[in-house]
């Protein structure tokens, strides 16, 4: 595995780093506080070409390579969880575009999706079953060309915001995958409030009450659904919420070696109290340690390896259990000071704590890369 970032990987970085600090990192409160994105830092996100960040230039898109893309995220996951978000849920849908939509699909989507025309969702969960997909109830019923969806989804990110969704249902126990617009008749949107963390990410309910959409919006076959349509999207999924995982703990430990350098305790500044140094050495390899296994699922993933699967549940898994760990360690090192919303480490312990969750709760993700163990060990 080789872990070392080229030139061109280096200075996108610090691009990506400059725009965070410009554009995003100044506004985190905001959105945390209005629990919504700022339309200015989309618009932005969209001119940068971040909203099509992995979508082939053949298609308006960047056509980034996974690092840079895993990159990218964790700069962004520095500045502000819920922007990340928002990269995260419109990559996972460009994704399955781009690999399993049709030709009219792609044509009509696609472009619109890359530029930040449209905002995209992807809508899996329900109120009664998020980790057990294969079980969801919505329902998807075929007639004369037409799909006629009813059901509800729960916890979709940006459900607020998105012109366009990639939701899932079954017909006859066999899952499927279709898109359909926001202001298609019988769809309405409820936003969901009042969240621990990651509250700029504009989550919504949808119900769907005898919607009839054109069955060209039904993305491969019925059965098609699950794997590997939304395999393909949580796929991206786990990879951009484990590098925005790193980001996030890369803020941590920046702002607390900032803040130990000019508090004092005892007559001395914190960084001279060797409990603190310990604190501090361990978040560094922690992070350390995480930036190597997304680096290395990113590398993975970008050649096709078959091993990139359960690679990124690793990245993941390891990410949100570490950001969760270090924001915790922040919060410690800031005393009192650290439940104050004058500091950023209340709230990047509340976003991360999110990440234990979505797309995968740790147990799941454990479960799954127990498994995996098991098939690649079996002869054992």
């Known amino acids: ?118 905002i995209a969702a992807f809508a899996l969960s329900e109120p009664e079953y998020g980790s057990d997909a294969a079980n969801i109830q919505t329902e998807i019923k075929q007639s004369d060309g037409t799909l006629i969806i009813n059901g509800h989804k729960k916890w979709i990110s940006f459900g607020q915001l998105a012109d366009l969704f990639l939701a899932f249902g079954q017909s006859d126990g066999k899952l499927g995958a279709f898109l359909i617009e926001k202001n298609t008749p019988g769809l309405s949107i409820k936003p969901i409030t009042g969240l621990l963390g990651v509250r700029g990410a504009m989550l919504a309910e949808l119900h769907f009450e005898n919607c009839k959409i054109p069955e060209t919006n039904l993305i491969g076959n019925i059965g098609f659904g699950l794997t590997p349509i939304g395999f393909t999207a949580l796929d991206m999924g786990r990879y951009s ?47 350390r340690a995480g930036r190597l296994l997304c680096y290395n699922a990113g590398q993975l993933k970008q050649v096709g390896d078959r091993n990139c699967f359960t690679e990124m549940l690793i990245a993941k898994y390891y990410a949100a259990n570490m950001a969760v760990r270090i924001a915790n360690t922040a919060v410690e090192i800031h005393g009192a000071n650290g439940y104050s919303r004058d500091y950023p480490v209340e709230r990047l312990l509340r976003d991360a704590k999110i990440m234990e969750t979505i797309e995968g709760t740790n147990q799941m993700l454990q479960i799954m890369i127990a498994r995996n163990a098991y098939r690649e060990y079996r002869k054992i």
């Open 1 to 118: 595995m080789n872990t070392n970032l080229s030139e061109a990987h280096h200075e996108s970085q610090l691009l990506f780093r400059a725009f965070v600090d410009e554009a995003i990192a100044p506004f985190a409160n905001r959105h945390d506080l209005e629990e919504r994105i700022s339309r200015d830092v989309i618009t932005l996100l969209a001119r940068k070409g971040y909203l099509g960040a992995t979508v082939s230039k053949e298609h308006g898109g960047l056509g980034m390579d996974f690092i840079t893309f895993g990159l990218l995220n964790e700069e962004i996951g520095r500045g502000c969880s819920s922007v990340r978000s928002l990269i995260t849920v419109q990559s996972m849908v460009t994704q399955v575009i781009e690999r399993w939509g049709s030709n009219e699909q792609i044509s009509t989507w696609l472009r619109p999706l890359a530029s930040g025309e449209i």
């Open 241 to 287: 919420i484990a590098c925005g995982c790193i980001g996030l703990a890369q803020n941590c430990l920046e702002t607390c070696i900032k803040y130990t350098k000019e508090r004092k305790q005892f007559d001395a500044y914190l960084k001279k109290h060797q409990m603190i140094q310990e604190k501090i050495a361990n978040m560094v390899v922690d992070i």
